[in-house]
C-alpha cells in the first residue's frame, strides 16, 4: 500500500506539474494574443485616423476642384462673350469662288465682297469694310465691317442673292464662336421640326425663338 500511495503522489505531482506548466503556457498564449490583438487595436485605430484625414483632404480638394470649374466656366463664358463682341460686325461670305488660287489677298477679297453687295444685292451706298480675308479652310470670305448698322442692312438685303442668277450660289451668315456655332448647330433639328409644324421660328444668336417659346 506504502508503494501504491509514493506511485500515486509520484503522479499527482506529475499532473499537477504538468497542469501548471498548460496554464503557464496557455497564460502565455494569452498575453501573446493579448498583446498582438492590441497591436492590431492600435494599428487599426491609426488606419481609421488616416483615412479620416483622407477623406478630409479628399472632401477640400473636391470642394477646390468644383471652385475651380465654376471659375473656369465662368472664364470661357468671359472669353466666348469677348470673343463674340470682338466679331460682332463681322459676317461670312459663302459660295465666292477664289480667283488667282493661294495668290488671293485681302485687297482681292475685299472687292469680291463689295460686287457682291452692290450687285447682288442692289446696296448703293459705301459699305465701309475693315478688312475682308479667306477663312482657315477658304470656305468663307471673313468681313468686318466698320458700322453694325451696315452689317444689318447687308443681312436684310442678303435674300435677293437668291434671285440674281450670277450670286444664287452664294449666302451670308454671322460670324459666331465655336460656342454659340454649336449651340445653333444643335438647335437645327428643333428649328426643322417647328418648320413642319407651320411655325415660322428664327434663330437669333445662340437661341431658337418661336411661337412654342425660347429654345
Partial sequence: KNEQAKENEVARARAETQTTRLESSMKDMRDSLSSQLGRVETTQREMNREVTKLRTKCDVLQKENTNLQKQLREMMNKFDSL?????????????????????????DCEEKVLTV??????????????????????????????????????????????????????????????????????????????????????MKFDKLISQEGVF
Fill in 83 to 107: 470673343e463674340n463682341h470682338s466679331r460682332r460686325n463681322n459676317l461670312l461670305f459663302f459660295g465666292i469662288k477664289r480667283e488667282g488660287g493661294r495668290n488671293e489677298n485681302w485687297d
Fill in 117 to 202: 453687295i452692290r450687285e447682288g444685292m442692289g446696296i448703293e451706298e459705301t459699305i465701309d469694310i475693315e478688312r475682308a480675308h479667306r477663312s482657315g479652310k477658304g470656305e468663307a470670305i471673313v468681313v468686318k465691317l466698320l458700322s453694325f448698322k451696315q452689317k444689318n442692312l447687308i443681312l436684310k438685303n442678303a435674300k435677293k442673292l437668291k434671285s440674281c442668277e450670277t450670286y444664287q450660289n452664294v449666302y451670308v451668315r454671322e460670324d459666331f464662336s465655336l460656342e454659340v456655332r454649336k449651340k445653333r448647330q444643335g438647335l437645327k433639328e428643333k428649328s426643322r421640326q417647328l418648320y413642319e409644324a407651320g411655325q415660322k421660328p428664327r
